[in-house]
């Protein structure tokens, strides 16, 4: 292996380390061309069967704005006046909306496969992007499941289900984060025959 690559493995370790779910970000839009170069990698994930089951819908803001202001109607509902406004805020001030969904499937062993192949397309799209300075927050809020949302995305109900809606942007603050010790997750199986 040549320095080069040394050095980029290396990178590819940190980002995996350093990546952080980012909760607050500036205002600023990130470029599209980079966001599209995101979803160009995303779809190298593995994905069994090669049914490359997602589709990634890129949100203007305006959108955005109809979604804060329908998942503020579910609030209400539920949780009342006062949080409904706050999350309406907070969702009205997100710079970057994106959604993944994943295709439906009769066989259950499909389709749970090819949630984990959408995660695995979600997660090459993070690394990219917070290489580039950019961060994410995965949400699977009430909303994400509400047929009024797949009508605001041009999502066909009866055919895609949600993997996530995902905001991005670049951070204002980074969480810090901690794993259990590798002990605690990690067993060695010996065969007993050996
Ligand atoms: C399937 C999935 C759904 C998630 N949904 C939410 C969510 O609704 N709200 C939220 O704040 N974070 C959500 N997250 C992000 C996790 O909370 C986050 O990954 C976790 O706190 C660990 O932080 P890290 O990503 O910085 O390591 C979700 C993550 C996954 C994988």
């Given at each position: 292996m040549?320095?080069?690559d040394a050095h980029g493995f290396e990178g590819v370790a940190r980002a995996l380390r350093e990546r952080r779910t980012v909760h607050d970000f500036g205002q600023?839009?990130?470029?599209?061309?980079i966001?599209?170069?995101?979803?160009?990698l995303a779809r190298w994930a593995p994905n069994h069967h090669r049914t490359e089951p997602w589709h990634f819908y890129l949100l203007d803001h305006a959108t955005g704005l109809q979604i804060a202001a329908l998942n503020a109607d579910i609030v209400r509902e539920n949780k009342g006046d006062k949080v409904a406004a706050i999350k309406l805020k907070r969702w009205t001030q997100m710079p970057g909306w994106m959604v993944v969904s994943c295709n439906t499937d009769d066989d259950e062993i499909r389709c749970r496969e090819d949630y984990a192949a959408c995660c695995c397309a979600v997660h090459n799209m993070a690394l990219y992007l917070w290489e580039q300075g950019i961060g994410m927050k995965w949400t699977t809020g009430k909303v994400t499941r509400d047929?009024?949302?797949?009508?605001?995305?041009?999502m066909d109900y009866d055919k895609v289900y949600v993997v996530g809606l995902f905001w991005y942007g670049y951070p204002a603050s980074?969480?810090?984060?901690?794993?259990?010790?590798?002990?605690?997750i990690l067993t060695h199986?010996?065969?007993a025959t050996t």
């Open positions: 040549s320095d080069l600023a839009l990130p470029p599209s061309d966001i599209s170069r995101a979803v160009e047929r009024r949302f797949f009508d605001l995305v041009g980074i969480p810090t984060q901690h794993r259990k010790p590798v002990a605690e199986v010996v065969s």
